[in-house]
């Protein structure tokens, strides 16, 4: 029988077959397996087979020929294990001899192999004795840095079964999980980061005998890491300029190298430097390092700014000074220093004068020199002076109208200066050298020039007048207001351009005012084929040099501005009525409609609304063409006229309504009245009128009669004229009114009769249009 601990067992005979021999009887051998480590128990069962007595069911005797203290035999056969075996403690194998014997006395032998078998149950034993392990930094990568060993009692001698890895997380190491040697993978840099603070690196190592399941162990070590002098000595600054006083005392403190250099290295004496000797041009004997080594640069020598010796050094010294490791290797840098004498500033900077003025003319293009400002310093006349405006200039389009060369002190105009905006200019130059600054005041005066245009209302404008309008009127009212920036209201001198052609127009006044109608000069002859134009372009120039002499005018500089008139001719117009209208302020409001596309509702509204509206006033107009047609008596007959008398209507005085204004009666310009020639003054703000002359009378001409009769002519104080007011102030020929008495202003208007009831007059009154005085 088979044991059930066995791991293997080889096919067993059942039983043994014994032969009964005179002295003994012989079985053939058996191989068992048991496991280590189980419990002492049942192995196996031993049989025998006896003729005599297994047929009268006699039982036969079992018992080991030697004794064991690890097994055991009952007398029916049962083989025991009595201890627990350990196949690393050399219990590896056992020769047991099993006998049996009947009741005879005749035994019977076999030979029983029990063989232990190894099981998996030992954890592998680390043989690498160190635990802590010192390296240094910076070591390449993939250097061996550990060699970790272990062995399995399971497998002793056979190490090749045995699987290393870390289980520490790093990125510095890693093992090689067949050897167990621990190799470097990432940069040991001891003087940064976390090994800077703490240079220990520790990792546990882990060993299995098998991929997963098995036994496995655990063991900890540490990686100190050491720093070595890899990094020199260095500067944040390297190069270093000072300005030192001529009259620095000696033993001053000049330079500490040492609060700009230092050593990244960790430890001592890695990071550890010293400064060598300073060396270099003309710092013997005036500089020094004290003490030394220490990297403090002292004044030892006289930096006298006016020395000699000093001055043939330029007062300009250079140093080199190096600084190195106290360990091997030793690395150096150099550091360079330069030591400038600043000169004492005895003497101030100071400008030539103690205020500037200059002039220049607005007409002055950009880059005109308006002046020249000069600074010195005594105590230091070679140096270099930089000039700037530090206030000042500015107006309305630039910041700055001026610009100052900084080298020499010039000042030019930017642009042109205005007069009229700004008249005088205060700037604050100032001057600034390597010791000193200083300021000075400037006053720029702008002369006034005639630079302006004249600027006239309107500009432009559209005229219709009949084509027998009389000479002298005032067409539409027409008035032409101007205005100069840098000229007088009486600086003002009006022409005509061309298209004044047969010269039927003319201004009145034309000189000396600011404000000037638009009088026709000549009348319109159509007839003899002299005038065949009935839509004139008048350019009109307004030119600002009334006032200067012939001399003054040929050398002054004189502006001109420009009106456009469009005057249109009506030749014989269907009414000749003639009405003056009373002053009054016109406003004119300009209005651009602008299309939006998004409203496009809104003239699709306007169309719809217009074309209703339209058939609406159609039907009421049709409506209302029937009505009358329906209630309105139809004609019998023409009227007949009434006989009129050609002398009746010549005697018939037209009805006349004179308004009386009162006006300003201060004149302050003359002209000279381009009709009669005689000589009048003028208000330049009402455009009120007056005889210069008392005693000047209107003249008298004769005007045609339009209906082909005699001619007749209306002069003033006769019956014909209109009727004088109760002060009789209304006629040219009375008697000339005070000159401190307020002006009235006389207007007409006249109605012709009529002939008939039926037929209105064709005469047209002709009224004397005089200037009243």
């Known amino acids: 029988m088979q044991s059930d601990r066995s791991l293997a067992s080889p096919s067993i005979p059942p039983r043994c077959k014994s032969v009964v021999m005179c002295h003994l009887d012989y079985c053939d051998g058996l191989d068992l397996y048991i496991l280590e480590g189980a419990n002492p128990g049942f192995l196996y069962q031993v049989e025998a087979f006896d003729p005599e007595d297994t047929s009268r069911n006699i039982p036969l005797h079992y018992f080991l020929i030697f004794h064991s203290v690890n097994f055991s035999m009952s007398a029916n056969g049962t083989l025991f294990s009595t201890t627990e075996f350990d196949f690393e403690a050399g219990h590896k194998s056992f020769h047991l001899v099993a006998g049996v014997r009947d009741s005879q006395g005749l035994e019977a032998s076999t030979t029983l192999h029990v ?59 890693v093992i090689n999980q067949l050897t167990g040697t621990i190799q470097v993978a990432h940069r040991l840099d001891r003087d940064a980061g976390e090994l800077r603070q703490n240079p220990s690196i520790s990792l546990e190592v882990l060993v299995k005998d098998r991929p997963s399941g098995g036994q496995e162990n655990r063991m900890q070590i540490t990686f100190i890491v050491e720093d070595i002098n890899d990094n020199p000595a260095m500067c944040t600054k390297t190069t270093f300029s000072i300005m030192v006083p001529e009259r620095e005392a000696k033993g001053t403190l000049l330079l500490d ?111 005109t020199r308006v002046g020249l400002v000069h600074a010195t310093d005594k105590d230091f006349p070679q140096s270099s002076i930089m000039y700037s405006i530090s206030m000042g200039g500015a107006s309305l389009q630039y910041p700055n109208i001026f610009w100052i060369n900084p080298q020499t002190g010039e000042l030019q105009l930017v642009t042109k200066a205005d007069y009229e905006t700004t008249p005088i200019y205060i700037l604050r130059i100032q001057a600034t050298n390597v010791e000193d600054s200083s300021s000075v005041t400037v006053t720029v005066n702008i002369l006034g020039e005639n630079d302006e245009k004249p600027i006239c209302t309107p500009n432009s404008y559209f005229l219709a007048i009949p084509m027998d309008l009389k000479v002298g009127t005032n067409i539409q009212n027409f008035k032409l207001t101007c205005t100069d920036l840098d000229s007088s209201p009486r600086s003002f001198r009006y022409s005509m351009g061309p298209g004044n052609i047969n010269s039927h127009f003319t201004f009145s006044p034309n000189a000396g005012s600011n404000v000037t109608s638009l009088l026709l000069a000549t009348r319109f002859d159509c007839a003899s084929g002299l005038d065949k134009i009935w839509d004139y372009k008048l350019l009109v120039y307004i030119t600002d040099d009334n006032l200067l002499s012939g001399r003054k005018k040929a050398q002054a500089h004189v502006e001109t501005g420009t009106v456009t008139l469009s005057i249109s001719v009506i030749p014989h117009p269907t009414t000749a009525v003639t009405t003056t209208a009373r002053p009054r302020v016109i406003y004119q409001v300009r209005r651009k409609n602008v299309y939006s596309p998004s409203a496009w509702y809104v003239p699709f509204v306007i169309t719809l609304g217009s074309i209703l509206l339209l058939g609406l006033l159609g039907s009421l107009f049709v409506l209302l063409a029937k009505a009358i047609h329906r209630h309105c008596p139809r004609k019998t007959g023409k009227p007949k006229k009434l006989p009129v008398k050609k002398g009746e209507m010549k005697t018939t005085k037209p009805e006349v309504l004179v308004e009386t204004i009162q006006m300003n009666s201060v004149f302050d310009g003359e002209a000279i009245d381009p009709v009669t020639g005689a000589v009048y003054e003028f208000n330049s703000n009402t455009g009120a009128r007056k005889w210069k002359d008392p005693s000047t009378q ?16 209306a002069v003033a104080g006769e019956e014909a004229g209109p009727p004088r007011s109760t002060g009789e102030r209304d006629g040219l020929s009375g008697k000339a009114p005070a000159e401190d008495a307020p002006i009235p202003e006389t207007r007409m208007a006249a109605q012709a009769p009529q002939r008939a009831e039926t037929q209105p007059s064709r005469a047209t009154p002709k009224l004397h249009l005089g200037i009243q005085q």
């Open 257 to 367: 190298l040492n609060k700009f250099c230092f050593d990244d290295d960790s430890k001592a004496p890695n990071n550890q430097f010293n400064f060598t000797t300073p060396s270099g041009v003309g710092s013997s004997g005036r500089f020094s390092q004290d003490p030394a080594g220490s990297g403090k640069i002292v004044l030892i020598g006289d930096l006298d700014y006016e020395n000699s010796s000093n001055l043939a050094a330029g007062n300009k010294y250079t140093m080199i000074i190096q600084v190195q490791d106290v360990a091997p290797p030793y690395y150096k840098n150099n550091i360079h220093i330069y030591i400038c004498t600043k000169p004492e500033n005895e003497f101030p900077l100071a400008f030539d004068r103690p205020s500037y003025v200059f002039e220049v003319s607005e007409l002055r293009p950009a880059r």
């Open 115 to 173: 063989n232990i078998v190894n099981v998996n149950d030992e954890i592998p034993r680390f043989t690498s004795p160190a635990r802590v392990y010192t390296i240094s930094e910076e070591l390449v990568s993939g250097t061996i840095v550990a060699n970790i060993t272990a062995e399995d009692p399971d497998d002793k001698g056979f190490t090749g079964f045995l699987l290393y890895s870390i289980t520490t997380p790093n990125r510095y190491f």
């Open 698 to 713: 209107m003249p008298r001409w004769k005007e045609p009669d339009p209906r082909g009769t005699a001619p007749s002519r």
